[in-house]
């Protein structure tokens, strides 16, 4: 593996391979889990939760897209243990299929109507099924980005996969605003029309499933397998020597997650929607104007990538919790406004600092982990992020509205999560560049956070020890 930016012809079509498989496969996953929270958002609360009425079934609705965070520890329990033993493509591929078959089956479920309360047990069951593949997901793909990028393009490289993110979002919103305005408007959604995205992912699945069966497995682990280096239960060794590196990553995570979530997890889109709340809007234009969101997210996490290579994987960080933490008030105050090009506003602003604490996390998570144990690492601090940070926030962010009557208390609950973060990244160590090979072992072992003094000698002189 190239450690510079000198590759051959070779090596740089299998970038650009690695970055098509990893940016398609993240944005049919991530598809198929926005358009989940976004239907939860828009109709579930009618359709499997109505009995509960209008405000529960709205706060049960939202609390279905935060239990399948829940399960997203198990996915990536299940994905690192077997990423670190069998290798990250082969985990690539399960968790695509077992997303898309859920989503699918999401198609073609009853509602309450038809099928009374085995609708929304079946509903959460499938849900749960997303949780479980989403967890294992991201770690696989953000390791065959960055294990396969020369030392100086991990941060560009890895945006790649978080670039799936953004992309899903505006394909899962897309979708809707055409089935709301235009292919099934109205009553026509509610009767059939939802169904449609759901459906779409089987078509998806298959696409992306020949995209990354073509991809060569990541270098680093074909040289840990090559050597036998295998750990016998990653987990076990992950959380005995760097669990406190574990909680600061997930906790690095959490504050862009609870943020994000305003929008992907369907709280913004349901709060400017309720025909009882200050807003109003028809769920097209707010669909419309979401897709707008991702847009703007796409382009800041691609620019992060860019600049955690330039200035530095935590410094980019760091400027981005900033942007969030400054723009979490200004956010809502436009939004209150009930007007539609304020409402893009708000959104374009939001964008910023989503952008830019987003798109370096998979260079510096996958450069804080051993190698031996770093499939298990970054999923399962990314799972745990997750839990912290966005499962349940569209369920808090609604019941805090209710209780409090505006939106004040929710952006100070983001802006308390961001400082969170941000204070987490601060006791990281940049590590840009490091070797990330199993040969190297020793010194990613040592020195990740500002606690750990330790140093390990250079593989160099280890080598002419022997």
């Known amino acids: 593996m190239s450690s510079t930016h000198a590759q051959t012809p070779a090596q740089r079509a299998n970038s650009r391979r690695v970055a098509?498989?990893?940016?398609?496969?993240?944005?049919?996953?991530?598809?198929?889990?926005?358009?989940?929270?976004?239907?939860?958002?828009l109709i579930f609360a009618e359709l499997f939760f109505k009995p509960a009425g209008a405000q529960i079934g709205l706060l049960l609705s939202f609390a279905s897209v935060g239990i399948s965070f829940l399960f997203r520890p198990l996915g990536a329990f299940l994905a690192g243990h077997y990423g670190d033993k069998i290798g990250r493509r082969a985990m690539l591929v399960i968790t695509l299929i077992m997303m898309g078959a859920a989503t699918t089956l999401i198609g073609v479920l009853p509602t309450f109507e038809t099928a009374g309360v085995a609708a929304p047990i079946m509903l959460l069951c499938l849900r749960i099924l997303q949780g479980i593949s989403a967890g294992g997901e991201w770690g696989g793909a953000v390791l065959m980005a960055v294990e396969h990028a020369p030392k100086?393009?991990?941060?560009?490289?890895?945006?790649?996969p978080q670039?799936?993110?953004?992309?899903?979002?505006?394909?899962?919103?897309?979708?809707?605003?055409?089935?709301?305005?235009?292919?099934?408007?109205?009553?026509?959604?509610?009767?059939?029309g939802w169904r449609v995205p759901f459906l779409l992912s089987i078509v998806l699945i298959a696409v992306g499933f020949l995209v990354r069966r073509a991809v060569d497995e990541s270098p680093i682990f074909e040289e840990i397998a090559a050597k036998k280096q295998q750990t016998k239960v990653p987990v076990v060794e992950l959380f005995r020597k760097h669990w406190l590196l574990v909680i600061l990553a997930a906790l690095v995570f959490a504050g862009n997650n609870a943020a994000g979530y305003m929008t992907t997890g369907g709280?913004?889109?349901?709060?400017?929607?309720?025909?009882?709340?200050?807003?109003?809007?028809?769920?097209t234009p707010v669909l419309v104007a979401v897709a707008f969101a991702a847009a703007m997210w796409f382009c800041t996490t691609l620019l992060s990538g860019y600049?955690?290579?330039?200035?530095?994987?935590?410094?980019?960080?760091?400027?981005?919790?900033i942007c969030q933490a400054l723009a979490v008030f200004p956010v809502f105050m436009l939004v209150n406004t009930a007007s539609l090009p304020m409402l893009y506003l708000a959104f374009a602003i939001f964008a910023v600092g989503l952008g830019l604490g987003y798109g370096p996390q998979a260079a510096l998570y996958s450069e804080l982990f051993p190698a031996s144990v770093r499939f298990s690492g970054v999923s399962i601090s990314y799972a745990l992020g997750a839990i912290l940070g966005g499962a349940f926030a569209p369920m808090i962010a609604t019941a805090l509205v209710q209780a409090t009557g505006g939106t004040n208390a929710v952006a100070l609950y983001l802006l308390a999560m961001t400082l969170v973060s941000l204070t987490a990244v601060s006791l990281l160590r940049d590590r840009s560049g490091i070797d990330l090979?199993?040969?190297?072992?020793?010194?990613?072992?040592?020195?990740?956070?500002?606690?750990?003094?330790?140093?390990?000698?250079?593989?160099?002189?280890?080598?002419?020890?022997?």
Do not use: C
């Not at 498989?21 to 958002?41: C, H, S, V």
């Not at 100086?152 to 790649?160: L, S």
């Open 437 to 466: 090979s199993i040969n190297n072992q020793a010194e990613q072992e040592v020195g990740a956070t500002i606690f750990d003094k330790r140093t390990a000698p250079p593989v160099e002189s280890a080598s002419a020890a022997r």
């Open 267 to 283: 709280f913004l889109q349901s709060y400017t929607t309720n025909p009882n709340g200050p807003i109003g809007f028809e769920r």
């Open 163 to 192: 670039l799936g993110v953004p992309l899903g979002m505006l394909l899962a919103s897309g979708v809707t605003a055409l089935m709301t305005g235009v292919i099934s408007p109205g009553e026509q959604f509610l009767a059939w």
């Open 20 to 41: 098509f498989a990893t940016i398609i496969g993240t944005t049919i996953e991530w598809y198929d889990f926005f358009i989940y929270a976004t239907a939860a958002g």
């Open 152 to 160: 100086d393009r991990r941060g560009r490289a890895g945006a790649f």
């Open 307 to 321: 600049l955690a290579d330039k200035i530095g994987r935590k410094r980019t960080y760091q400027i981005g919790f």
